[in-house]
């Protein structure tokens, strides 16, 4: 898998359904040790609450993960695990907090709260696109800045630092699908400009 989608950043809002409160946690993780440091972290925070119900999906060994915590199976966990599934997102975790209002929902006024608080937690985190990149570094002068700075533009690299002194130092991310970079600079730049690859690869937030 090159490229995925996650969320941008860690946010919490709340619904409220027949005088209950569901407050949705939502938070990109990494791996299954960060994502149950911030389901605890929610359980910590909200020891009071009547359930905290969550799910989360990771992108290493596509591990999807849920609990009902102590709602009538079938109407939290999964409910919050689908939305996930249908935004399409890895790497995430959504911890809905729920604090009972008195008034009982029903399994299918559950299933519409957990799903209505993901969502409106992932919608407030914001959407983020990952694209498995390499790093690339070119070295030019000043001259050639604006012909590398377009072909690169083109192909669809992402532009990282740039250092000016006697010459220009350019850092590129380069998308795991353009297999031809470093031809297309010494093309460009008629062979003047030296380009190496610095690493073996990791994940960019794309453009």
């Known amino acids: 898998m090159y490229e995925y989608s996650t969320v941008k950043n860690a946010c919490y809002c709340e619904i409220v359904e027949k005088k209950s409160r569901f407050i949705s946690h939502v938070a990109p993780v990494s791996n299954e040790e960060e994502a149950i440091d911030f389901i605890n972290s929610v359980k910590k925070k909200h ?12 992108k290493d060994n596509n591990i999807q993960r849920y609990s009902d915590d102590g709602e009538p ?3 939290a966990g999964m409910p919050t ?3 996930i599934q249908k935004e399409d997102l890895l790497n995430i975790c959504v911890v809905t907090t729920r604090y009972f ?4 929902l029903g399994a299918g006024g559950l299933v519409r709260a957990y799903t209505k608080a993901a969502k409106s937690g992932i919608d407030k985190a914001g959407i983020l696109r990952k694209i498995f990149c390499f790093e690339y570094k070119i070295y030019s002068d000043y001259s050639l800045l604006g012909k590398i700075q377009n072909i690169a533009g083109e192909a669809g690299c992402i532009p990282g630092g740039i250092h000016y002194s006697d010459d220009v130092h350019m850092q590129y991310f380069v998308p795991y699908n353009i297999k031809d970079f470093e031809d297309k600079i010494r093309d460009v730049t008629g062979g003047r400009a030296a380009v190496s690859r610095e690493n073996e690869g990791r994940f960019i937030n794309a453009k």
């Open 47 to 58: 020891w009071d609450a009547t359930h905290n119900v969550y799910a989360y999906v990771l």
């Open 73 to 75: 199976t079938g109407t």
């Open 81 to 83: 695990l689908s939305v």
């Open 101 to 104: 209002g008195g008034t009982l």
